[in-house]
């Protein structure tokens, strides 16, 4: 019988304390955060599910290039290495480096959107939507249906519904849709792929309409990966072959490489077009820096180029997909509402169907969040009402997973924490808001318990 259990692919070679605090000094630090994780300093932080951006931990090899990083200002050979790393699976022609995604929206927004332009996609990342609206751009959420039934086990729900694309197209007119996006995987939808059916589908529809085809490819190799399992006629495929057919729908890219480029800093911005890529390039020296280096070091080019290949490891991927599914199948058999079916970098818990006794107006998924943290220092984050105000359908918690940090052991601590919750979830209150910044306020908002939600006393009681 072959062995069945599958294991963490990397040992472990440099250790980091991680510190645990008391109940009491959590409910300290929540007060003064005004039940805002991002306002909690790391340090105590016991399980750090924040997000999976930067967080990931470098392999010896990463390192290794690392030492090899030229700090060349202008023609590094380490950009050299970066470019091809880029253009061997993303294959486009001209490859921008910058310093994290948002750095390429904003100057992909900049260069191809004016005031009262349309933009859809499957869903925007609340950067992208923020760098869209910023230029005075309309940003359109497209999602299939089945993306907003948290339960509903549809195997792409991070598809775009391409009727409703055709619809907008018709109704808003061409000439005001300068581009088109797909967001791989769908990041704010649950961490769902997108399948290379929907890609293509999307792409003809781009193509009958002159209309550029843009990825935001943040989680290009876990997409692959999933197309690989679920879509018929992907199982033979290495995932460096079908990221590369995904691509190649694309007429270009946006990037975090503190995603899928196993990395702790970094992007980049991606075009077949020249013309584009010379206006990009302008805007890069104004803010970023020269075109071969884009706000990043040497070294940081050295550790995405590696990276982006580690990314694609078939082994590794294998137990990323696993690892963040055996989260989810843990708590969602006890009951707890997640989106279904688990997505590849994070579980998002349903946190309306979790705290069914809160409205959307108190926050649910951002008291549900300080609540995991009260109870087992688990850091997690609101994706929902405070994240997108009016736009939120679902009030979601999401649980990231730092790429090849944490241990089984780690995951298994978390869902007893989870479940300690989900035990007494009446009790949890809801939250109002006390102090919003005009934008991106789910960074800096800060709360204090609601006066009439829930039937529980004071937040302090547990
Ligand atoms: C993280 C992310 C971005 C923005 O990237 P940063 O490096 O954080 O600026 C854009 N889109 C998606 C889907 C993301 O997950």
Redesign the pocket.
């Known amino acids: 019988m072959a062995i069945k259990t599958i294991i963490e692919p990397f040992r472990i070679k440099t250790v980091e304390p991680i510190r645990k605090t008391t109940r009491k000094q959590r409910e300290a630090l929540l007060e003064e955060a005004g039940y805002n994780l991002f306002l909690v300093p790391a340090e105590y932080i016991l399980i750090d599910l924040l997000t999976d ?1 930067g967080t990931n931990a470098m392999s010896t090899e990463q390192w290794a290039a690392m030492m090899r990083g030229d700090e060349s200002y202008a023609g590094s050979p380490s950009f050299t290495r970066f470019r091809d790393a880029v253009q061997s699976i993303f294959g486009f022609r001209h490859v921008i480096p910058t310093h ?4 390429a ?1 904003r100057i992909l927004f900049t260069v191809m959107c004016k005031k009262g332009d349309v933009v859809p996609n499957n869903t925007h ?1 609340d ?2 939507r923020a760098n869209c609206e910023f230029v005075g751009a309309e940003a359109v959420d497209l999602p299939v249906p089945e993306a907003l039934a948290p339960a509903s086990p549809h195997p792409f729900k991070g598809n775009l519904d391409t009727a409703r694309l055709r619809e907008l197209i018709a109704r808003v007119g061409r000439e005001r849709i300068p581009l088109v996006m797909l ?1 791989l995987t769908n ?1 704010s939808g649950g961490g769902q792929p997108v399948s290379m059916a929907n890609i293509r589908e999307v792409k003809q529809i781009c193509r009958e309409q002159g209309i550029p085809l843009y990825l ?1 490819a ?2 290009f190799a876990e997409n692959a990966y999933f197309i690989k399992l679920r879509e018929p006629g992907y199982a033979h495929k290495t995932p460096r072959e079908i990221a590369r057919e995904m691509f190649s729908y694309a007429d270009g890219c ?1 990037m ?1 490489a ?2 899928d480029g196993l990395a702790n800093i970094g ?1 980049f911005l991606c075009t077949n077009d020249d013309a584009l890529a010379q206006q990009e390039k302008d805007l890069l020296i104004l803010t970023e820096g020269f075109p071969t280096y884009g706000g990043l070091a040497g070294r940081d080019l050295e550790a995405i180029a590696v990276g982006l290949n580690e990314a694609l490891d078939e082994e590794y991927l294998h137990y990323r997909i696993v690892s963040t599914a055996y989260l989810g199948e843990h708590i969602a058999r006890e009951g707890v509402p997640i989106v279904q079916p688990p997505g590849g970098h994070a579980i998002y818990i349903d946190a309306r169907a979790f705290l069914p006794h809160i409205p959307p107006s108190q926050f649910p998924g951002v008291a549900l969040a300080a609540e995991l943290y009260r109870e087992g220092g688990v850091r997690s984050v609101e994706i929902g009402t405070l994240m997108f105000g009016e736009h939120a359908t679902m009030d979601l918690v999401r649980l990231a997973i730092p790429r090849r940090v944490y241990t089984q052991s780690h995951i298994d601590y978390v869902v007893e924490v989870v479940l300690e919750v989900w035990n007494r979830r009446e009790q949890v209150r809801g939250l109002e808001l006390t102090y919003q910044a005009p934008f991106l306020r789910h960074f800096t908002a800060r709360f204090r318990p609601a006066e009439a939600a829930g039937p529980a006393g004071p937040a302090s009681a547990s």
Do not use: L, P
């Not at 994290?100 to 750095?103: D, F, L, N, P």
């Open positions: 951006s994290q995604g948002r750095a929206e990342f950067t992208t967001t990041n935001d943040c989680r946006t975090s503190k995603k992007g």
